[in-house]
């Protein structure tokens, strides 16, 4: 599968229809860590298994509310993933 930066430079020299050639990883680059820098992240749809494993590990099971459990699963996943996807 082909990183977030990778695809995000594919779409933007897919758009372009400019005569000269862009850096267009520099400019995936640069859209991704401004996503991060608002407080997003660009995660696979999917889990890594790795990932997985990890978040099992690390989440205080049966001392935590139904809501306060999906939130700390959601924030430990999501915060942990570019740890396993590269």
């Not at 099992?56 to 924030?75: A, H, K």
């Amino acid at each position: 599968m082909p990183s977030i930066v990778e695809t995000i430079a594919q779409s933007i020299k897919r758009a372009d229809r400019t005569l000269f050639n862009e850096n267009y990883v520099k400019q995936a680059e640069a859209v991704v860590e401004g996503l991060r820098r608002a407080g997003y992240e660009v995660v696979p749809l999917r889990p890594p298994e790795t990932l997985v494993e990890y978040a099992v590990e690390n989440i205080p099971f049966g001392r935590l509310r139904p809501s306060d459990l999906i939130r700390t699963l959601y924030t430990t996943m999501v915060s942990n993933c570019r740890r396993f996807t590269g």
